[in-house]
Each structure stands twice: as structure tokens, then as C-alpha cells.
């Protein structure tokens, strides 16, 4: 029996699509070492959640491989007529483990959807008087870190406002010993005052290769007591 789009091209979609298999396995409520197996399944209903969280028709995933490869079939939006934006009142306001899993999952959506709505994927900053970039760092490391509190989490919802507002507080080395840190010569730590939440800190890494600029980690400052080092 031939093997469906999903199984046969799906580690090679989510590369296309600039979606990591942590960031899709947390989307999917699954552990990332399950993602090969979840590749294989023929559950329509798991087929048609991951055709919502990849943003891309459910055709598309359960037609065979003898079909036309992705570069000639356009990516069309999933899109559900009563998604509703993240408001505040969806997000979990404790410190259990729960709270902060559920708060990363939200962080998660709330990014791919910010994508889905920004194909270019950045943001002009107006104290850099350049480009900041959103990339798959960006989301492991503001879902790990800002869903620590809720504050941080709203904040997050801020993101158009800090990327382009935010003033540039301090410059400091990026940390080799840090995998996600790695590809940065250094690390621009910018401040932002959100309304309602106070003062923001967002870490942008420079690229070593190119110079650009990545937005890496969101977290509200009073919220999360950041210590006097890049997160």
C-alpha cells in the first residue's frame, strides 16, 4: 500500500514551513520523540488536527506521494470560522506545572498565528531602525521562559507593539555553552513599558553569520526578577 504525504514528506514539511518538531509535538500535545511515529498514523482525526497546526489542507496530507511535490502545491491557510483571538481570560494565572504547560501550549498558538499573519516574519524596530526576526528560537525560548508567569504570558500578546517599539537597554556576549545561543555573536537586551504590565524585557541575538537581528526571549520584568545576565 503506498504511503500517504503525511508519512512520506512530513519531517521535510515542517523544514519548509519553518516549524520545529518540538515546537509541532507541543502544538500536537505529543512528546517530541513520538513526532516519526505520529508521521505513520492513519487516524484521520490526529491527520486533521496536524492539518490545522500546519496550516495546510487536509487533502494535502492524506493524498499519496505519486502527487505533485509541495513546491507546486500552494500552502492555503487552515483556517476555522470561530478561531478567536488569545485574551487574557484564556490564560492560566497560577504557578502549577499544569498552568505553565498550558501557558507555553498558548504561547505556541499564539506565535504560529502571528506567522500565519506575517509571512515575512519580522518586524521594523524603530531604536534599531531595522528588521527584528521571528524564528523557531524565538518560540522555544519566549514559550519556555515566558510561560514561567502570567504576566509574561500577556506580554507575549504584545508582540507587534514590543518588536517594533522596544529601546535598547544593554549589549552583552552571547553564551557559547548555550545551544540556542550559539549562532549569536551577541545578545541586545531592549526594554519595552506595556500598558497594563509594566516593563518588558526582550533579548534580540545578533547572527554571526549575516549581522541579522532575532528576537529570542520575551519576558515581563517584574514578573519573572530577571537577573542582571541574558536569559
Not at 134 to 151: G, M, N
Not at 204 to 210: A, E, N, P
Request: proline content about 4%; some cysteine.
Amino acid at each position: 500500500m503506498n504511503r500517504i504525504y503525511f508519512e512520506e514528506k512530513g519531517e521535510e514539511l515542517l523544514r519548509r514551513i519553518g516549524m520545529t518538531k518540538s515546537e509541532f509535538a507541543m502544538r500536537m500535545g505529543i512528546h517530541r520523540q513520538n513526532v516519526g511515529a505520529l508521521f505513520k498514523t492513519k487516524n484521520l482525526e490526529t491527520i486533521y488536527k496536524a492539518a490545522h497546526v500546519l496550516g495546510v489542507p487536509l487533502g494535502q496530507l492524506v493524498g499519496y506521494v505519486e502527487e505533485p511535490e509541495l513546491s507546486v502545491i500552494p500552502l492555503v491557510p487552515y483556517v476555522e470560522e470561530d478561531i478567536c483571538e488569545i485574551t487574557e481570560d484564556d490564560i492560566p494565572r497560577g504557578d502549577s506545572v499544569e498552568d505553565k504547560r498550558k501557558r507555553q501550549g498558548l504561547i505556541y498558538e499564539f506565535y504560529q498565528e502571528w506567522k500565519r499573519r506575517n509571512p515575512d516574519q519580522k518586524k521594523y524596530n524603530m531604536a534599531l531602525k531595522e528588521d527584528i526576526n521571528i524564528r523557531a528560537v524565538s518560540l522555544d525560548e519566549t514559550a519556555a521562559h515566558a510561560s514561567q508567569s502570567y504576566l509574561s504570558t500577556i506580554a507575549v500578546l504584545q508582540l507587534d507593539a514590543i518588536l517594533t517599539n522596544a529601546r535598547l537597554v544593554r549589549t552583552a556576549p552571547s553564551k557559547p555553552k548555550t545551544k540556542n545561543q550559539r549562532p549569536f555573536e551577541k545578545m541586545l537586551v531592549m526594554e519595552y513599558v506595556c500598558p497594563g504590565i509594566g516593563r518588558v524585557k526582550m533579548t534580540v541575538g545578533v547572527k554571526r553569520s549575516d549581522k541579522s537581528k532575532v528576537q529570542y526571549c520575551i519576558t515581563a520584568i517584574d514578573a519573572y526578577k530577571i537577573k542582571q545576565e541574558v536569559v
